[in-house]
């Protein structure tokens, strides 16, 4: 394999790992809060219609993406309220966030696109384009260092690079703030935080805004930057990768980036080896498309160990009289 499949694989891997960082991050703010969230699919999915509905009728795709957030934010404070103000459980809670959206989605899409569920396709100004960094071509005639820079670097989307910013700054947010100190100790020990007179539902509803938030960009990122459009379930089970990923990193912001590169990897990997053959012999298509869910089960299965997630998660607070 030459450098330039290298580089083509490498890039692929960012651009393919980017919703898996953004829904990543996303649940690990709601669950450092203590608020479990297998919803980040149907959250993800809800972002992904709504961007791409009014990035249709618009022709913006700034507008669809906050469009995108704006749903997702709405989904995941109905998760919330349903979570944490009704005391209810929090994995039902968030299994009805994804059947609604799965079946909400295709429902508005046929009702007003009559297109099967999907959006029409979106023009030039309704998706994001790619960025090309300063000086990008000319130094791209640089042996090995120009390529990297020029085809590795340069030319993502900007959810690309937002994705990757919010590593160190989430991980900022999360170790170095006033915020961030509460959010982790309302995940672990909420009654101390109470005895505080910090209130345990209003950290956890911010932190549920922040999920919808970053929810809101990665379904965006499928349906106005890497898509041209929404189209049924196009989402695939990300969210549940996403999950699994942050299980994975054991709730840490910089072990979730690479976890999720792992699993951006492995999906641009299959991609380039669809049709590749073992002794002669042609390896089914499906075999090589559930590659990465396999091996996210053998990760999980096999190598991460003991993974100790907060010790209030998935434990609604109720305070005591």
Known sequence: ??????????????????????????????????????????????????????????????????????VSVATALLQGAAAISLKGNQLIAGVAINMLAAGLCTFLGQQWFHQGGRTPALGPNGRFSTIDLPFAHELSGIPILGPIYAELISGHYILVYVAFIMVPVTAYVLYRTRFGLRLRAVGENPKAVDTAGISVNKLRYQAVIITGLLCGLAGAYFSIAQGSGFGNNMTAGKGFIALAALIFAKWKPLPAMFTCLLFGFLDAAQIRLQGARVFDIEVPVQAIQALPYVLTVVLLAGFIGKAVGPKAGGIPYTKER
Do not use: H, N
């Open 1 to 70: 394999m030459d450098a330039a499949a290298i580089i083509s694989i490498l890039d692929a891997t960012l651009r393919l790992s980017t919703p898996l960082l953004l829904a990543c991050l996303a649940g690990l703010y709601s669950e450092r809060a203590g608020v479990f969230d297998i919803g980040l699919e149907g959250k993800m999915l809800a972002a992904a219609f709504g961007a791409g509905a009014v990035a249709a009728v618009t022709g913006s795709a700034w507008l669809g993406l906050l469009a995108g957030i704006g």
